[in-house]
């Protein structure tokens, strides 16, 4: 007879079975697109459009053979165990995969068929695609875009699908599909047809680095009215707009709801955040990784805005224009990018948003000393099982916090609630309030007794 463990043990099994030979036939079609279009030159809008929906119906397949037919209720059974979630063998394929293709996107993708005298090999590909929406060859970033959004819009149908009971949810990843898919990328590139400036609206700086660039502040002042409102937007975005609403909300409006690196970590990164690191050592690195990153960013673009303004490239000795050219490399494409995404099945899924992030610094900041949110704790009812520490994708011991009756208040929570969607005693509670912003995180609400005031009593 087959008892529970062994039931469990040979699901997990089938599906990391099922996980190997779907992840086989993925990479397997999507190393057909690539040499196809790479070695046959093929450029042709249908093949292009069938390859994608191809691939768009595994995914949702595959996402409704796992949770279509079975109850409601978030089920993680066999994530240690799996080969790709489990840091096996198809999480180093995949993360290899995802390494190469961002290391050819941002430095060598001549060799993915850029070229200004007509795009030929993958990027070719996309030409006709391009074409279609603002009458103009790919980019490596058109190619990029489409697929970054495919892969927030599929995954994203597949998180729905596994968290369909929890409303919070269901809204704020219909929220990342909305706007990934009209925000960053349609509007950016109808915009792009009309001859006007190319404008991510919910992009802001420190994440969008190049806003302070001469070159672009030059082209946005050239763009008539258009132009000037995009950066009075983008003012407003970074002095206005953002503090109301993290004061109002936490940093999860634009981490959990609206940013595009959150967007896709919460979506095709969801199978890998259980592998988030929790210990001190991890969260003393990311205090350092993160606030550094942020100083860096900001020494950066007073240096930009400083050479804008007087025409001088230096600055206390320090070159800026190389400074930002380092800047772009290192942070905005390596890390952000090859780290950032690359390596989600090895380290997590919310690796930059972590340790690299200067916007999740800025706002984890403000979310930490001036903000409402914070998430509540239930103590009592608590029984340690540990499940909201485990899936915390930022890293955090949420356990601890609830064992101690203590409201949890960290910078670096992103708000996604899936701590307090997968405890099993509805101890955590994400929640917004004025009254008490500066004693948030003193009160306990559990009874502590300390050893003196224990008695035996004869
Ligand atoms: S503490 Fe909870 S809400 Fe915050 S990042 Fe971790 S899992 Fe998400
Ligand atoms: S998931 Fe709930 S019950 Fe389990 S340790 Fe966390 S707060 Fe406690």
């Given at each position: 007879?087959?008892?529970?463990?062994?039931?469990?043990?040979?699901?997990?099994?089938?599906?990391?079975?099922?996980?190997?030979?779907?992840?086989?036939?993925?990479?397997?079609?999507?190393?057909?697109?690539?040499?196809?279009?790479?070695?046959?030159?093929?450029?042709?809008?249908?093949?292009?459009?069938?390859?994608?929906?191809?691939?768009?119906?595994?995914?949702?397949?595959?996402?409704?053979?796992?949770?279509?037919?079975?109850?409601?209720?978030?089920?993680?059974?066999?994530?240690?165990?799996?080969?790709?979630?489990?840091?096996?063998?198809?999480?180093?394929?995949?993360?290899?995969?995802?390494?190469?293709?961002?290391?050819?996107?941002?430095?060598?993708?001549?060799?993915?068929?850029?070229?200004?005298?007509?795009?030929?090999?993958?990027?070719?590909?996309?030409?006709?695609?391009?074409?279609?929406?603002?009458?103009?060859?790919?980019?490596?970033?058109?190619?990029?875009?489409?697929?970054?959004?495919?892969?927030?819009?599929?995954?994203?149908?597949?998180?729905?699908?596994?968290?369909?009971?929890?409303?919070?949810?269901?809204?704020?990843?219909?929220?990342?599909?909305?706007?990934?898919?009209?925000?960053?990328?349609?509007?950016?590139?109808?915009?792009?047809?009309?001859?006007?400036?190319?404008?991510?609206?919910?992009?802001?700086?420190?994440?969008?680095?190049?806003?302070?660039?001469?070159?672009?502040?030059?082209?946005?002042?050239?763009?008539?009215?258009?132009?000037?409102?995009?950066?009075?937007?983008?003012?407003?975005?970074?002095?206005?707009?953002?503090?109301?609403?993290?004061?109002?909300?936490g940093?999860?409006?634009?981490?959990?709801?609206?940013?595009?690196?959150?967007?896709?970590?919460?979506?095709?990164?969801?199978?890998?955040?259980?592998?988030?690191?929790k210990s001190i050592?991890?969260w003393n690195?990311?205090?350092?990784?993160?606030?550094?990153?942020?100083?860096?960013?900001?020494?950066?673009?007073?240096?930009?805005?400083?050479?804008?303004?007087?025409?001088?490239?230096?600055?206390?000795?320090?070159?800026?224009?190389?400074?930002?050219?380092?800047?772009?490399?290192?942070?905005?494409?390596?890390?952000?990018?090859?780290?950032?995404?690359?390596?989600?099945?090895?380290?997590?899924?919310?690796?930059?948003?972590?340790?690299?992030?200067?916007?999740?610094?800025?706002?984890?900041?403000?979310q930490k000393f001036?903000s409402r949110f914070r998430i509540t704790t239930n103590g009592g009812q608590c029984i340690s099982c540990g499940n909201c520490s485990t899936?915390c994708?930022m890293g955090i011991d949420v356990r601890a916090y609830a064992q101690r009756g203590q409201n949890i208040v960290r910078a670096s929570c992103?708000?996604?609630?899936?701590c307090a969607?997968v405890c099993p005693r509805g101890v955590l509670r994400l929640e917004n309030g004025?009254a008490d912003i500066s004693t948030r995180t003193t009160q306990l609400k559990t009874i502590h007794i300390s050893e003196d005031s224990l008695r035996i009593l004869n």
């Amino acid at each position: 007879m087959l008892n529970h463990s062994n039931f469990i043990r040979s699901k997990s099994l089938i599906r990391s079975k099922f996980q190997v030979i779907l992840i086989t036939i993925g990479l397997g079609i999507l190393l057909g697109i690539f040499c196809l279009a790479q070695f046959t030159q093929i450029v042709s809008f249908g093949l292009l459009v069938s390859l994608l929906l191809s691939i768009s119906l595994i995914i949702i397949y595959y996402s409704k053979t796992l949770y279509a037919n079975l109850p409601e209720g978030i089920k993680n059974n066999g994530v240690w165990t799996g080969t790709l979630t489990g840091r096996g063998v198809s999480a180093w394929i995949l993360g290899v995969v995802l390494t190469c293709f961002y290391i050819l996107l941002y430095w060598f993708p001549h060799i993915l068929g850029l070229s200004s005298s007509g795009n030929t090999g993958i990027i070719g590909f996309f030409d006709p695609l391009s074409q279609f929406f603002k009458n103009q060859p790919a980019s490596e970033w058109f190619v990029y875009g489409t697929l970054y959004t495919l892969a927030i819009i599929l995954f994203g149908i597949k998180f729905i699908w596994k968290y369909r009971h929890n409303k919070y949810q269901l809204l704020r990843t219909i929220s990342v599909i909305f706007f990934q898919t009209a925000f960053a990328f349609l509007l950016p590139e109808f915009m792009l047809r009309l001859n006007l400036p190319f404008n991510d609206f919910k992009n802001m700086w420190p994440l969008n680095y190049y806003f302070f660039d001469s070159s672009h502040l030059e082209e946005l002042m050239h763009a008539g009215n258009i132009g000037w409102f995009m950066l009075i937007w983008g003012l407003a975005m970074i002095f206005l707009i953002s503090p109301i609403l993290t004061y109002l909300y936490g940093k999860r409006w634009y981490c959990s709801w609206v940013c595009g690196c959150g967007g896709l970590a919460e979506t095709a990164g969801d199978s890998f955040r259980h592998l988030s690191d929790k210990s001190i050592k991890a969260w003393n690195l990311e205090r350092y990784l993160i606030y550094s990153v942020l100083l860096i960013s900001v020494v950066m673009t007073i240096g930009v805005l400083y050479s804008y303004k007087t025409g001088v490239n230096t600055l206390l000795g320090i070159n800026t224009y190389e400074l930002r050219k380092w800047y772009g490399f290192i942070i905005g494409a390596a890390f952000s990018g090859v780290i950032g995404v690359g390596f989600y099945p090895l380290l997590g899924s919310r690796v930059w948003c972590r340790f690299g992030c200067p916007m999740a610094a800025i706002l984890g900041i403000q979310q930490k000393f001036f903000s409402r949110f914070r998430i509540t704790t239930n103590g009592g009812q608590c029984i340690s099982c540990g499940n909201c520490s485990t899936y915390c994708e930022m890293g955090i011991d949420v356990r601890a916090y609830a064992q101690r009756g203590q409201n949890i208040v960290r910078a670096s929570c992103v708000g996604c609630g899936i701590c307090a969607a997968v405890c099993p005693r509805g101890v955590l509670r994400l929640e917004n309030g004025s009254a008490d912003i500066s004693t948030r995180t003193t009160q306990l609400k559990t009874i502590h007794i300390s050893e003196d005031s224990l008695r035996i009593l004869n």
